[in-house]
Structure formats: C-alpha cells, structure tokens
C-alpha cells in the first residue's frame, strides 16, 4: 500500500519626562471614578482562560484583563514614565462573580467592570460640575492585555503561557513575555488593547475604551482521507474501511516564545526576541470525538475536511516561517473489515511527516484552516496478459511389454 500526507493552508480574517508622583489631594470625588468600557474582536465563544476570548466570555471570565495606567500631570506620557496609578491591575465584569463585592455599587462604579482599590481621575479644566477647577488638566494613560494573570508560570503550567510582567518599576510600554502552550487543550488567546494615552476625563466622558486585539495567529487543523489520488480527486472509501487518527504533531519554527509589548495602537501586536519551535500535540484527549475500531481509537477520519477541534485550536507567535520550518506528523491506521482474516480486520499503520517546501506568513488577529490530507491507495489487480501454453516436444514413454 502506498502512502503520503500533503497539506494546504487557507487563511480567513477573523479579524507609544520622568516619573511622576500622584497627588492625591488633586483627586475629586466619588463620581469621577475611573471606569471600563471594553471591546474583544470577533471569535468563537469558549472559555476565556483557554481558547477564544470574546466580548461576552471576557464578561464572565474571572481572570479578566490587566491595566497599566500612568499619571503624568500636564504633560504627555513618555517612554520614560513608570505605571504609576496602575500596576497590573485586574479588571473583571461583575457577572464574572457568584456575588457581587461588598463594596460594589452601580453608582460607585460608573460601569459594570468592577476592580480594586477604586481610582479617581485628576482635576480637569473646565470641570462642570464642580464650581473650583484645575488650571490645568491632568492626563492618565492606559495599557492593557488579556487574560489577566497575578502570578506568572501559574497558567496552564510552569514555563508556559505568560512567564513574566515587566515591573512597576519599569520605564515605558509594559511587556509581557510569553511561551506558547505545549498542548492544543491548554491554548491562551492572548490579548493587548490599544492604548489609550493622555487621557483626560473631560475628554473621555469618564470611562475608558479599550479595544482588545488578538496578538496570535491561529491555526485550525483539519483532516481528510485522500483515496488514490495525490491532486484531490478521490475514489470513496470503500464502506469495510476506516482512517482512524491516533495523534496529530505540528511543530512551527520560531513561533514559540517572544515579548510582546503592549503598546503598539495600528493593530499590528508589537512582538520581540521570538526563539523557540512551537510543538503542539493532538491526541485522544484533544480531538473533538474519537471512535474505536478494532482496538485501536482516534479520530474518524472521513473524505470530507473535519475540524480536528476548532474549539482547541494551536495558536501561535506571528511571523513568516522559511521552507522546511512548518512540520506536520500524523500517525494513522488504515483499517478493513474482513471476516476471511485471522481477528478479523487487515490493520496497516501509517507515520507520516510532511515539511514545507515554501515560506509560510502566518498573521496576527487570522485563522488559518491547515488541511492535512492522509492519502492512501488501494490495492488493485490488473491482469495484464494470458499467454498461450507453450508447445513442447513428444515424449515417447513406453509402457513394459508383456511378459
């Protein structure tokens, strides 16, 4: 039996002076809280620690997002200021809670995204509603990025996910350094906002609109069986056979780690220092169904492109990958029903590695369907010629004579 695997991707859009010390005594009242009002791009709506983070999931998420937020008095933010009224703070929807906080009110809290201590805006110029007035007006700038996490090597593991915050006593755009999850269960969508800089209430009626962006590429693995033909145009699988999945590896190169500033306002995440092969690993535990045929257990895999699980979709660093540097392995068992057979069933095994002959791009905030195509082809029989029987010579054989 021959054997080949090929795949193709098809890419579908899913969709930056010193140091300043707060004044305190410049702050205003209760009704000048800081508030949230937040935005996800489009995806599939699943659970927010793993997978796809959305406008809605992010509200019941209790991990949130973080801030960093920076108060500059008059003048403009500036690389050299740290996060100064803001470090890391988590921010999450009152619905994300099985109660709301003791100290939670609508009237506290401008908007429903509750976080804590509460801060206050600055006095602003011109401010109507109170009869004293700033003479200037002080601004706050904002970054942010989702999930939230208060402890780094905490989310799925150790070594993965976000592994390190830059401190509060780090000048300039805050950075996230982050390694991309080992397994296709274990996926973060990670998230940056676009910043929101020189901020000031007056300008923002009050509340603060960040619009998340995705700062990964996702990868959406698909599978078929390719019957007899290598351009696509199958024979069907006959009805005795089956294509049963085992485990599925795709490894990208120098997608793996990097630091992801969150900083950059043109929706193109800013990344850095990228290193490292993502390796994620699709097995029984991470195919969406699975189906057991004559012992052996794995994803059933027909003649039409199936998501292997769209749900635990691989996502990694953006960046253009050489030839030879996006692998995909498959082991597969081709398996037929035959009662002639001692047990029953003819089982062939099947490990296949197909490397990339050309660069692929792989873009953040995009989904890209990558069809792994598991070939296989028949045995035939051809019956190329009857030859005639071949004249001999007589042969004379005499039989014993009568005595």
Known sequence: MKKFLFLTAAAVAVFASCAKTIDNTRNTGQGDAVSFGVYAGRSADTKATY???????????TDGFGVFAFYTKEVDWAATDKPNFMYNQQVRHITSYASAPTDYTASKYPSEWYYTPLKYWPNGQNATAYEANATSADKLSFFAYAPHIATVN?????????????????????VI?????????EQIDLLWANPVLDATKKTLAGRVELTFKHALAKLNIQVRTVADDLTGTTANLADETKVILESLTLTANGTKSGKLSIGSGNNVPNWSDL???TSVA?????FSATETVNGKTGFNVTETATDLNSAKSPMIIPATIAAGGFVITANYWVITADAKLDGSYSTIQNNITKTSTAAMTFDAGKKYNIIVNLGINSVDFVVSEVTEW???????YHLPQNS
């Open 154 to 174: 905490s989310v799925p593991a150790a070594g993965q996910g976000i592994t390190e915050i830059s401190g509060n006593t780090d000048a300039g755009v805050p």
């Open 282 to 286: 699709y097995g029984s535990d991470s």
């Open 51 to 61: 997978g796809d983070i959305t406008t809605a999931n992010l509200k019941t998420s």
């Open 275 to 277: 290193s490292g092969n």
């Open 390 to 396: 071949d004249s001999q010579a007589a042969v004379d």
């Open 177 to 185: 350094t982050f390694t991309v999850p080992a397994k296709a269960e």
